[in-house]
């Protein structure tokens, strides 16, 4: 494999980047439910609502205590988990892509890519700062690895011609 060039790198270096963040934010949401696992989630719910000035009885602050209340240790473990796992794929990805590895860059532009739709979906009931900014970034990404795909296909096919 011809080697990226120097713009390549740099910005395969901030995909990398990037997904590395994004795994560093799951593992600090990992460590957050682990937290929950050993605290009274009732507790803290009422707490909270009393801190936000919500009357616990009223519609929707009611559902997010009962939520709380039903969310038992086993699920939150397993969300703990299951954000552990993200991160630890988050990782893989980002160190693939530093070492410049194909799979890596077909991991980045599909994980990218699968969430635009949602991303759509979300904009297309309300448009806001955050959900605008992500679809950006998803689209960025992808566009980033489609192309350095697209450059090593090419690459390839001079090669072996």
Not at 35 to 51: T, Y
Not at 102 to 111: D, F, G, N, T, Y
Not at 127 to 137: D, I, K, R, Y
């Amino acid at each position: 494999m011809h080697p990226p060039s120097s713009r390549d790198r740099r910005a395969l270096a901030v995909v990398a980047t990037f997904e590395a963040l994004k795994g560093v934010l799951a593992l600090i949401g990992a460590s957050g439910l682990l937290l929950w696992v050993h605290a009274s989630l009732h507790d803290a719910a009422l707490r909270l609502l009393a801190h936000l000035h919500l009357n616990p009885a009223s519609t929707y602050p009611h559902i997010f205590v009962d939520a709380a209340t039903h969310l038992d240790n086993t699920n939150l473990t397993l969300l703990a988990v299951g954000a552990a796992g993200y991160a630890a794929l988050r990782f893989a990805e980002a160190w693939g892509l530093y070492r410049h590895a194909a799979w890596a860059e077909v991991l980045a532009a599909v994980s990218g890519a699968i969430y635009v739709p949602f991303e759509i979906v979300g904009l297309w009931h309300g448009v806001n700062a955050l959900g605008v900014g992500a679809l950006a970034l998803n689209l960025i990404v992808v566009a980033i690895m489609v192309a350095a795909l697209l450059r090593r296909r090419r690459h390839a096919a001079e090669n072996a011609g």
